[in-house]
């Protein structure tokens, strides 16, 4: 009966094994291959190795490092302020109150739309002439912060990761609501007796017991952050003057100029680059479940 029920078992696993391998295994293993060819849209039957020409010439290009130093720089800002956000919010939405499940409806809510239509929709408002934004700095006397936010290279940047924000702060939020509510009661009324102010609670007691949540949200915000493409590719793509170009609005503009090989290292090299950072930052938020 044992061995009936373990044949029956391998048999269920294996359209899943053979999905993963057509659609996961077999593209990473030809990607790594193309990588070191010279395969193009020119020559779409005719391509050879050409080692690590590919690598070489990425490398050398100026607007890949501008793309790389943009990636960082998104991925920078929206993991610590939707982090600080999100954390805010949960600890607001988790105070007992009959508008609690409204507001946390409400501040989830921009998660659960798509980053292109997120980005038209900001595209509209950070227009420098109709958009509302700069229409509200205008009507109450702040012409002088009223900018050019996407087509401005000071602010473009700083203008896409405010719109991450605003739309997955809700995400971290409700990862932080969880990690709270996960917290034992007695902890706090122990620090009561003791005398122990709320900032004193929140420092030594709910921030150290949910270090597991902010594990989760610093991981998928960083992974998220250095994988942007539709938040660029949906307001400037890449524009102005490169000022908002990313690896993966990079990676998108050589594959669809026909470089197939050349695409090829560089989504290598951007899968690389995402595993490093992701595996530090995942090892030292471990270091610092175990700390507390």
């Known amino acids: 009966m044992k ?16 999905i993963y391998t057509i659609f996961f295994i077999i593209p990473n ?13 020119y020559f779409f039957d005719d391509f050879n190795f050409n080692g690590i020409d590919n690598f070489v010439r990425l490398f ?15 991925a920078i800002i929206t993991v610590i302020f939707k982090n600080l956000i999100g954390f805010g919010m949960a600890l607001m939405v988790t105070k007992a109150s009959k508008y609690n499940t409204y507001l946390r409806t409400v501040m989830f809510l921009p998660v659960t739309i798509s980053g292109i239509v997120v980005s038209i929709i900001f595209v509209s408002i950070y227009n420098p002439t109709t958009g509302i934004l700069n229409q509200f700095l205008n009507a109450v006397g702040l012409e002088v912060l ?33 990690g709270i509510q996960s917290i034992s009661q007695d902890y706090y009324e122990a620090a009561k007796i003791d005398g122990a102010s709320r900032w004193q609670e929140l420092r030594f007691i709910t921030i150290p017991l949910m270090m597991q949540s902010f594990t989760i949200t610093f991981i998928y ?42 695409s ?6 951007f899968m690389l680059m995402v595993m490093v950072v992701a595996g530090i930052i995942l090892v030292v938020m471990r270091k610092k479940e175990v700390e507390f």
């Open 3 to 18: 061995k009936s029920t373990e044949i029956y078992t391998k048999w269920l696993m294996l359209p899943a094994v053979l």
């Open 29 to 41: 293993i030809s990607g790594l291959i193309l990588a070191f060819t010279d395969w193009n849209v």
């Open 60 to 74: 050398n290009e100026k607007i890949f490092w501008n793309a790389v130093n943009n990636t960082f720089y998104f």
């Open 146 to 178: 009223a900018k050019g936010w996407l087509v401005d290279t000071k602010y473009a940047m700083t203008s896409i990761a405010a719109m991450e924000i605003w739309q997955w702060s809700g995400f971290s939020m409700v990862v932080f609501v969880a």
């Open 221 to 262: 915000s960083i992974i998220s952050g250095l994988k942007v493409f539709a938040q660029v590719y949906g307001t400037t793509n890449g524009g102005p003057n490169n000022a908002t170009q990313v690896m993966g609005t990079f990676l998108f503009k050589s594959f669809s100029n026909g470089h197939y090989g050349y």
């Open 264 to 269: 090829a290292a560089v989504g290598l090299v």
